[in-house]
């Protein structure tokens, strides 16, 4: 059975090249297929375990993504990636809203 979490990116830059780096190879770590969708743009799922799938998501600030993880340690994979998101993929995660742009 899958088990299936939405979650919001607060990272300023949302999902470019450095968090999701640390989220691919959290992601590539565990035997479970694991999947991400960016639900704010209605993407298809992706495998997690691909850095060029998940750049391709587009994902940013503000973003809503959807994980599913099924297989063996599904569980522990779905908690270790609810954590890393959570806490900014490690990436300091500005709680400020963006400054308008200047004229």
Known sequence: MALTVELDIRNPSGLHARPAAVFVKAAAGFGSDIR???LSTESPEVTAKSIIAVLGLGVQRGHRIRLRAEGADEA????????LVAAGLEEPLDEAPPAAPVA
Not at 76 to 83: K, P, T, V
């Open 36 to 38: 991400v969708a960016n």
């Open 76 to 83: 522990d994979a779905m908690a270790a990636l609810e954590g």
